[in-house]
C-alpha cells in the first residue's frame, strides 16, 4: 500500500524560504512521476509542478520553487524561495493517484 507523507510546512515572513518533503513509502519512486498542488482557503486544489523525465512548473512559481528528489530516500523536495503572501495554501503531494495529507505553509508578516 503506497503512502505519502508531506511535512516541512510553518509559517514564513515574505521573501523567505521553506523546503517542503514528501516521503513515498510502499512503492519506489525511482523512475516514476510525482507532483505537488495546492489548495488555498476557498480555492481549487492547483498544480504546482513535477518531477519526471525532468522537472516542469506552474507559471505562477517558475523561477521560485525547485522541485528535487532523492531516490533512495524515496522523498521528493519542494524548495520555495521568494514566498508571497498568495503562496499561502495547503501544499499536497500526489505519487501515483495517492495523496498526503498537506502540509500548512502561511506566508504572512
Known amino acids: 500500500q503506497v503512502q505519502v507523507v508531506e511535512s516541512g510546512g510553518g509559517l514564513v515572513q515574505p521573501g523567505g524560504s521553506l523546503r517542503l518533503s514528501c516521503v513515498v513509502s510502499g512503492r519506489t519512486i525511482r523512475g516514476q512521476p510525482i507532483v505537488w498542488y495546492r489548495q488555498a482557503p476557498g480555492q481549487e486544489r492547483e498544480w504546482v509542478g513535477g518531477?519526471?523525465?525532468?522537472?516542469d512548473y506552474a507559471s505562477f512559481v517558475k523561477g521560485r520553487f525547485k522541485i528535487s528528489r532523492d531516490n533512495d530516500k524515496n522523498t521528493v523536495y519542494l524548495q520555495m524561495n521568494s514566498l508571497k503572501p498568495e503562496d499561502t495554501a495547503v501544499y499536497y503531494c500526489?505519487?501515483?493517484?495517492?495523496w498526503g495529507q498537506g502540509t500548512q505553509v502561511t506566508v504572512s508578516l
Open positions: 500526489n505519487f501515483k493517484d495517492n
Open positions: 518531477s519526471w523525465m525532468g522537472n
